[in-house]
């Protein structure tokens, strides 16, 4: 059952269900907006049907419908149950009641839907990944092969050594971290004139070290060729003058390659530059190419950017794109999850393969994680040519996407709250909490009065476990110093979930 304005739509998103044993039939009702019907209206107004609903055997109404629906199935001689509320979860619906999932006449079917709606989103997923591995452009790697193809985009991250700012280990650290939150290869970005022994022993250990194609972003044109008989798998920013430098491309004709435009042109000549840079690559033999548009920065050439990429997507429809989503992300203070989604819906919609980001300041934390989120959610969008909503997974951190809280009530004595009072310093100790972004834990120390090292330090991710630490081991005393524990634990735990940087004692949020 529907309403006028949605009767359409709904008969569109029928017509494409095809469940053996159901038949589908779409009545709709003389009332505008579906999620308007109730139990009063319905009790009315389904009588009038029964020339349609005589003939079968479970009438479904939006899960919008207000009150209770069991009186009305006893009026029709017909089961009447509550559906979903939104009607792109229609197919899933129908799926769960083709596996003998029983609807409620009180409940709507969202929560039934929502198990359907994660299962079918992995299991889209699942597919778009194994089409990658079988309908792809060429391969990355040796004995671990990343593929590149138009069904799955990949994520390269770039981990930039800053003159000597991250040693090796900080280096596997991030990195490892990287590929755990969903990219694909990582690249290593050095310095103008860095010793090219360094390059080819970094590469060559992280390499090792994770087990993964490895990537090398560096100027200098020999740093790249020696670093690729270092194992390097991606050569990074190969612009069409670099190209005329290769004396012998072909050493490198079993790597990638991502070419960009020359750093001298602008404007139009960007495009013009990066196809003669393509030209000369093929001439010299390399054919594992991804072409580099350059997303330019916000205000500095942005929407003409994504103009290129658009038009490069023309010029080159069988070779796989790249979007150097980091250029945006690290040069506006913006959240960069909501950044990383709209980037990844406009690489997705224009047909973008490969996506570069970095995690070069604390405001990108966690990028590489948005990202992938953001690909899959777009990705299963494509899949079924509806908007990135209402699916199983989503990149809502600080918002909801439906109100859930009640009204207000004041009862009682009205007290207002405007003074904090100290309690004083709790006999037992004092705490300090820190929280570990890379580690994902947060640390509390406690300390003895008049101490300077702590005589115990508790680690872990989750406040309840570490409180129950803290009372098991009766760290404190005083009740005002419990809630005080319990506050920062929740301000760490929040901090630790959305990438904000904590500090003891200080608030988590500034007024936007």
């Known amino acids: 059952m529907t309403g006028r304005l949605a009767g359409e739509a709904i008969r569109k998103i029928v017509s494409g269900i095809n469940v053996p044993g159901i038949e589908l039939v779409v009545v709709e009702l003389p009332i505008p ?40 199935s006893e009026l029709i001689g017909r089961p009447v149950v509550k559906g979903v509320k939104y009607m792109y979860d229609i197919p899933l619906m129908i799926n769960a009641i083709s596996d003998g ?3 409620s006449p009180r409940t709507p079917a969202d929560d039934v839907v929502r198990l359907y709606r994660a299962e079918r989103d992995k299991e889209v997923l699942r597919d778009l990944r194994e089409k ?152 010299k033999g ?52 909501g950044v990383n989604a709209i980037l990844a819906s406009i690489g997705v919609e224009i047909g973008v393969e490969a996506y570069l980001t970095t995690e070069a ?27 990135p909503k209402d699916l199983s997974i989503n990149l809502l951190l600080l918002k909801d996407k439906r109100r859930k809280s009640i009204g207000t009530r004041q009862r009682g004595v009205i007290l207002y709250a405007r003074e904090r009072r100290s309690s004083g310093i709790d006999p037992k100790g004092v705490f300090k909490i820190y929280v570990d972004h890379d580690a994902g834990n947060i640390i509390v120390e406690h300390y003895r009065l008049g101490e300077l090292e702590p005589d115990y330090t508790i680690i872990g991710n989750d406040p309840y476990a570490i409180l129950s630490e803290i009372t098991g081991r009766q760290l404190a005393s005083k009740p005002e110093h419990y809630f005080y524990l319990g506050y920062e634990l929740s301000k760490a735990y929040v901090a ?17």
């Open 33 to 72: 907006v579906a999620a308007m019907m109730s139990d009063t209206y319905l009790e009315k107004e389904l009588p009038r049907h029964m020339d349609v609903l005589g003939n079968v055997d479970l009438v479904i109404v939006p899960g919008y419908t207000s009150g209770d629906l069991t009186r009305i």
């Open 101 to 103: 999932i029983e609807l």
């Open 132 to 283: 990658a591995g079988s309908q792809y452009y060429f391969t990355i790697g040796d004995r671990y092969k990343i593929y590149v193809s138009p069904a799955y985009p990949i994520i390269i991250h770039e981990v930039y050594t800053g003159h000597g700012a991250y040693t090796l280990d900080d280096i596997i650290k991030k990195s490892g971290k990287a590929l755990l939150d969903g990219a694909d290869i990582v690249v290593i970005g050095f310095p103008h004139n860095t010793p090219v022994d360094i390059i080819e022993e970094m590469v060559a250990e992280v390499k090792k070290r994770l087990g993964r194609p490895v990537g090398v972003d560096v100027e200098d044109v020999n740093a790249l060729l020696m670093a690729a008989e270092a194992g390097a798998d991606v050569l990074m920013s190969l612009s069409y003058s670099k190209i005329k430098m290769l004396d012998n491309a072909l050493s490198i004709s079993d790597k990638g390659v991502v070419l960009i435009p020359d750093h001298s042109v602008h404007g139009e000549d960007k495009l013009n530059s990066l196809v003669e840079a393509y030209k000369l690559a093929v001439e």
């Open 286 to 337: 390399l054919s594992k190419i991804i072409v580099d548009p350059v997303l330019d920065p916000p205000l500095s050439g942005l929407a003409s950017s994504l103009e290129r990429y658009r038009a490069a997507r023309r010029l080159f429809p069988h070779t796989p794109l790249l979007m150097g989503v980091g250029n945006v992300t690290e040069l506006i203070d913006a959240d960069s999850v």
């Open 361 to 387: 300041s604390v405001k990108t934390r966690g990028s590489t994680r948005e990202l992938r989120r953001a690909l899959d959610m777009c990705l299963i969008a494509r899949n079924e040519s509806r908007p």
């Open 496 to 512: 630790l979930k959305t990438g904000k940087e904590y500090v003891q004692e200080e608030d988590l949020f500034e007024d936007a």
